[in-house]
């Protein structure tokens, strides 16, 4: 019934978010009749910006942030431990931490280009930055801590969506300036933001796992079984119809 439910409510979001580039075209053309003015539809279309991030966001706090997985009947034949389980702690860890410090640094580099002109943002030398990704994945190593981590990258990802929302409404070109230049191979920012986040899910969906409850303290994990992956495959559907709305928005 669980399932069902979830699913059902799946369904329902990913049908608002096919039919709402639709709406925010009309909205669009509306606001082309008054451009030099402020107007009640050109309020709405620029607050539209929002909508897509803030449901991105509800959806991954209630879904894919508090994980539980099946510790029950452990078969010795399907355990992680040892030099392996090392291996994919270290790796996990380290690219959940480089991808939240790298993302929260894009958020402040489009702050400081697009709405504080006058102050220069230093990028930070490799030993400076090395130093932030220990101390996120110190954080992320405490449950507490995790959680608000997740929740800080969910606002960093409104944020970063409605910055690249205005960028898209006022024409403004990103250059070598901004610091998400650095992706611009795929030619479209909105899907940098969304690659970035769900990268970010998978590393955080796979810490959850290594970490859930005691085991790093017993220094063993079991081989996911089918239903523990159920969260992922549900993560792939709904980012895949967000990369949809994004691609019919653009």
């Given at each position: 019934?669980?399932?069902?439910?979830?699913?059902?409510?799946?369904?329902?979001?990913?049908?608002?978010?096919?039919?709402?580039?639709?709406?925010?075209?009309?909205?669009?053309?509306?606001?082309?009749?008054?451009?030099?003015?402020?107007?009640?539809?050109s309020i709405i279309y620029y607050l539209s910006g929002t909508i897509c991030p803030s449901l991105v966001s509800l959806n991954s706090l209630k879904n894919y942030t508090y994980y539980s997985f099946n510790k029950n009947s452990i078969d010795s034949k399907n355990l992680i431990k040892g030099k392996g389980l090392l291996f994919l702690v270290a790796i996990n860890l380290i690219f959940l931490s480089y991808f939240i410090a790298d993302y929260i640094y894009i958020n402040f580099d489009l702050i400081?280009?697009?709405?504080?002109?006058?102050?220069?943002?230093?990028?930070?030398?490799?030993?400076?930055?090395?130093?932030?990704?220990?101390?996120?994945?110190?954080?992320?190593?405490?449950?507490?801590?995790?959680?608000l981590l997740k929740k800080l990258i969910l606002v960093n990802f409104i944020l970063i969506s409605f910055y690249?929302?205005?960028?898209?409404?006022?024409?403004?070109?990103?250059?070598?300036?901004?610091?998400?230049?650095?992706?611009?191979?795929?030619?479209?920012l909105n899907l940098i933001n969304i690659f970035i986040l769900i990268a970010i899910e998978i590393s955080y969906f796979t810490w959850s796992f290594l970490s859930y409850k005691t085991n790093l303290s017993d220094w063993i994990v079991r081989i996911p079984?089918?239903?523990d992956v159920f969260p992922l495959l549900n993560m792939f559907i709904f980012y895949f119809f967000i990369i949809i709305y994004y691609s019919i928005l653009t």
């Open positions: 019934m669980i399932i069902k439910n979830n699913t059902t409510k799946l369904l329902v979001t990913l049908s608002f978010l096919l039919i709402l580039p639709i709406v925010q075209k009309q909205w669009f053309n509306l606001y082309l009749f008054n451009i030099n003015n402020i107007t009640f539809y400081f280009n697009l709405f504080l002109e006058g102050f220069d943002l230093t990028k930070p030398d490799i030993f400076q930055f090395s130093l932030f990704i220990f101390f996120i994945s110190i954080l992320s190593i405490f449950k507490k801590s995790r959680l690249l929302w205005h960028l898209q409404i006022n024409n403004i070109n990103v250059d070598d300036q901004f610091y998400i230049y650095r992706y611009f191979g795929l030619n479209d079984q089918k239903r």
